[in-house]
Nanobody, 124 residues
Framework: VQLQASGGGLVRAGESLRLSCLVS???????VTWFRQAPGKEREFVAA????????NYEDSLKGRFTISRDSAKNTVYLQMNSLKPEDTAVYLC???????????????????WGQGTLVTVSS
């Protein structure tokens, strides 16, 4: 499985961005998940989507501003980020795994496949 994240950039506080994660190869992923990692901080769970059925899970503090979705025909998962804040600045990475279970989706160590990340910078 190969994952390619894109869509990052420099925006001002209050603006929006949409990230994309293209999933290719053996696309039997059970969950596709977005994490983020700010400089000097640990990798943080953002949101996950179950490929079959499309059920979603979010980090509580990001609910209402971030939305995860998928386009099965394009093998792509999106992360729509609205009302961005400077504290959202981080490298955003997508991850996938074909065996992961719901209780583990927030654990970055549970994923076998990772994209290269895309940098989001939010200026104040």
């Amino acid at each position: 499985v190969q994952l390619q994240a894109s869509g990052g950039g420099l925006v001002r506080a209050g603006e929006s961005l949409r990230l994309s994660c293209l999933v290719s190869g053996r696309t039997s992923s059970r969950y596709v998940t977005w994490f983020r990692q700010a400089p000097g901080k640990e990798r943080e769970f953002v949101a996950a989507i179950k490929w079959s059925g499309g059920s979603t899970n979010y980090e509580d503090s990001l609910k209402g501003r971030f939305t995860i979705s998928r386009d099965s025909a394009k093998n792509t998962v999106y992360l729509q980020m609205n009302s961005l804040k400077p504290e959202d600045t981080a490298v955003y990475l997508c991850a996938a795994d074909s065996r992961i279970i719901l209780s583990s989706i927030r654990n970055p160590h549970a994923y076998d496949y990772w994209g290269q990340g895309t940098l989001v910078t939010v200026s104040s």
